[in-house]
T-cell receptor, first 117, second 109 residues
Framework: DTEVTQTPKHLVMGMTNKKSLKCEQHMGHRAMYWYKQKAKKPPELMFVYSYEKLSINESVPSRFSPECPNSSLLNLHLHALQPEDSALYLC????????????????FGEGSRLTVL | GQNIDQPTEMTATEGAIVQINCTYQTSGFNGLFWYQQHAGEAPTFLSYNVLDGLEEKGRFSSFLSRSKGYSYLLLKELQMKDSASYLCAVRDSNYQLIWGAGTKLIIKP
């Protein structure tokens, strides 16, 4: 299994809703990432979990809340989002932690396309 | 600041060769990556360079010159399916990936 699986593929939510994005990988990777990508822009790092601990939070607003229940799963909880948060949310994993020994190759999921009304 | 420059868009002909350049200025260097991203899809890893020189992988090759802060991705025998955005990313001294804005490659028959 060489896949990173994200659900849902598409999500439409109102500004008062609470929803979650889910990501799963069974490659034994020890680092997992959330990226946000707007059209025609590169991916923008949001969070990194390394060995199931949050190692990087790129000053993301608290309306985005990550969770790593175990080494295979990564969630992104969404609450009180704004229309400008509409984007493609990409989950990625890499074999080792996000530091020394990491060859840097990221395995991306297909993304969850979020629309906030 | 940290900066990665690559052309916004390039056009090439099916069967030809195209070179996509990337120049970078980052706080330290721990490797350079090229990713391919088709419209509406996730990026996929193409290549990784950490030492100077050319890395070849099938129709794709990537070159790095650390002293010049320069890399290129060379695509040979272009196929229509190669139409995509190509993202250059550099890992800095903190092991953070700094992404270029991407080069949209259009292949014409």
């Amino acid at each position: 299994d060489t896949e990173v699986t994200q659900t849902p593929k598409h999500l439409v939510m109102g500004m008062t809703n609470k929803k979650s994005l889910k990501c799963e990988q069974h490659m034994g990777h020890r680092a997992m990432y959330w990226y946000k990508q707007k059209a025609k822009k590169p991916p923008e790092l949001m969070f990194v979990y390394s060995y199931e601990k949050l190692s990087i939070n790129e000053s993301v607003p608290s309306r985005f809340s990550p969770e790593c229940p175990n080494s295979s799963l990564l969630n992104l909880h969404l609450h009180a989002l704004q229309p400008e948060d509409s984007a493609l949310y990409l989950c990625a994993s890499s074999p080792r932690g996000d530091r020394v020994g990491n060859t840097g190759e990221l395995f991306f999921g297909e993304g969850s396309r979020l629309t906030v009304l | 600041g940290q900066n990665i420059d690559q052309p916004t868009e390039m056009t090439a002909t099916e069967g030809a060769i195209v070179q996509i350049n990337c120049t970078y200025q980052t706080s330290g260097f721990n490797g350079l990556f090229w990713y391919q991203q088709h419209a509406g899809e996730a990026p996929t890893f193409l290549s990784y360079n950490v030492l100077d020189g050319l890395e070849e992988k099938g129709r794709f090759s990537s070159f790095l010159s650390r002293s010049k802060g320069y890399s290129y991705l060379l695509l040979k025998e272009l196929q229509m399916k190669d139409s995509a955005s190509y993202l250059c990313a550099v890992r800095d001294s903190n092991y953070q990936l700094i992404w270029g804005a991407g080069t949209k490659l259009i292949i014409k028959p």
